[in-house]
């Protein structure tokens, strides 16, 4: 028999936290948490508009959606997640191809302007459109024996890099809300050294960091020396998945190795944890990043997104961007 959408209505925040909790394949991006801080970081100009899809067979699902505002509400662009991240469904349902194509038609359908970057924790409907756009991920698969991932590890050398930063006497540990002053620092000195705001990614203020620190599902970690913080940033919870997201560096730090010392004691530590998936996220297609994240043994996923934002909304914001 067929399957059909019967019923979508907004779905209800407790059972959308319930879903996100126990759905495999969420990501932090997916949580009712990530969209309430951004309602809040964006002073309103960025809502919630997350619904629940009902199935003929008795199957359901909450589909992720934001709505971003512009020039007071006239445009509306919507995003599968705030700040371009994963998106999509999650369900407890195990769903088929069909549930998945009948979600795909709908999010395309009643969102237009729409910045969808699929999840590439979970085999989406196949989308054939011309405004795909090719991305991928890195990522490292926690729940394989340690000896096949340290000898994997090793093959990069990047446990020789990592006894390097122990004997610059590096620690970890995670900061509190008094060391984002600190970090901000930090977060300030890179986008120096990328030279172009835009290289960096979108530009944040210390409000949406403060809003992370104090999330539950955030463990924001700092390595220091001497007493100073070189090098910190937010990694992001679900379930069953930690993401890396704005994790920096001081310049001056770098030839101790905080990078290989941060994600290597945390792979490490999620992986005893019982997570299964340590993300980087997406690099920016910036080859050298790339090449960065592949020593840690990761696998490549991929991540596409779909952008239907007409061409001149499209360079509207991309001049908005530069001139910002």
């Given at each position: 028999?067929?399957?059909?959408?019967?019923?979508?209505?907004?779905?209800?925040?407790q059972?959308w936290?319930?879903v996100?909790?126990?759905c495999e394949?969420?990501t932090?991006?997916?949580?009712?948490d990530?969209?309430?801080?951004?309602?809040?970081?964006?002073?309103?100009?960025?809502s919630?508009?997350?619904?629940?899809?009902?199935f003929s067979?008795g199957?359901?699902?909450?589909l992720?959606?934001?709505?971003?505002?512009?020039?007071?509400k006239i445009?509306s662009?919507?995003e599968?997640?705030p700040?371009?991240n994963y998106?999509g469904w999650i369900?407890r349902?195990?769903?088929n191809?069909?549930h998945?194509e009948?979600l795909t038609y709908?999010l395309?359908?009643?969102?237009p302007n729409?910045?969808w970057?699929v999840?590439p924790?979970?085999?989406?409907?196949?989308?054939?459109?011309k405004r795909?756009?090719?991305?991928?991920?890195?990522?490292?698969?926690?729940e394989?024996p340690?000896?096949e991932l340290?000898?994997?590890l090793?093959?990069?050398?990047?446990p020789?890099?990592?006894?390097k930063?122990?004997?610059n006497?590096l620690?970890?540990?995670?900061?509190?809300?008094?060391s984002?002053?600190d970090y901000m620092e930090?977060?300030?000195?890179?986008k120096?050294?990328?030279?172009?705001?835009?290289?960096?990614?979108s530009?944040?203020?210390k409000?949406l960091f403060?809003?992370?620190?104090?999330?539950e599902?955030c463990d924001f970690w700092g390595?220091?020396?001497r007493?100073n913080?070189?090098?910190?940033?937010?990694?992001?919870?679900?379930s069953t998945?930690?993401v890396v997201?704005?994790?920096?560096?001081?310049?001056?730090s770098?030839?101790?190795?905080?990078f290989?010392?941060?994600?290597?004691?945390?792979?490490c530590?999620?992986?005893?944890?019982?997570?299964?998936w340590?993300?980087?996220n997406p690099s920016?297609?910036r080859?050298?990043?790339?090449?960065?994240k592949?020593q840690?043994?990761t696998k490549?996923?991929?991540?596409?997104?779909?952008d239907?934002?007409?061409?001149?909304l499209?360079?509207v914001?991309?001049?908005?961007s530069l001139?910002s």
């Amino acid at each position: 028999m067929k399957i059909t959408i019967v019923e979508s209505k907004k779905a209800d925040f407790q059972e959308w936290n319930d879903v996100w909790k126990n759905c495999e394949y969420a990501t932090y991006f997916h949580s009712p948490d990530w969209l309430r801080i951004w309602e809040i970081y964006s002073n309103g100009n960025i809502s919630t508009v997350s619904q629940k899809i009902s199935f003929s067979d008795g199957k359901s699902a909450i589909l992720v959606i934001s709505t971003k505002y512009r020039l007071g509400k006239i445009i509306s662009i919507h995003e599968s997640s705030p700040g371009h991240n994963y998106g999509g469904w999650i369900s407890r349902d195990t769903l088929n191809p069909e549930h998945k194509e009948l979600l795909t038609y709908y999010l395309i359908k009643h969102y237009p302007n729409l910045i969808w970057r699929v999840n590439p924790f979970e085999q989406q409907f196949s989308i054939v459109d011309k405004r795909l756009q090719n991305d991928q991920t890195y990522a490292v698969p926690l729940e394989q024996p340690w000896g096949e991932l340290y000898n994997l590890l090793n093959r990069s050398k990047l446990p020789k890099k990592v006894r390097k930063a122990e004997r610059n006497k590096l620690e970890l540990q995670k900061i509190s809300p008094d060391s984002l002053d600190d970090y901000m620092e930090i977060y300030h000195d890179a986008k120096v050294r990328w030279k172009k705001k835009h290289d960096i990614g979108s530009i944040y203020t210390k409000e949406l960091f403060n809003l992370l620190v104090h999330s539950e599902h955030c463990d924001f970690w700092g390595v220091y020396h001497r007493n100073n913080l070189i090098c910190a940033g937010p990694f992001l919870k679900s379930s069953t998945h930690v993401v890396v997201w704005g994790v920096f560096a001081l310049s001056a730090s770098l030839h101790m190795r905080p990078f290989e010392f941060i994600y290597y004691n945390l792979i490490c530590y999620y992986r005893d944890k019982g997570y299964k998936w340590f993300d980087f996220n997406p690099s920016g297609k910036r080859k050298g990043v790339e090449e960065f994240k592949q020593q840690f043994a990761t696998k490549e996923l991929i991540c596409p997104v779909l952008d239907t934002r007409s061409a001149p909304l499209k360079l509207v914001q991309k001049a908005k961007s530069l001139f910002s």
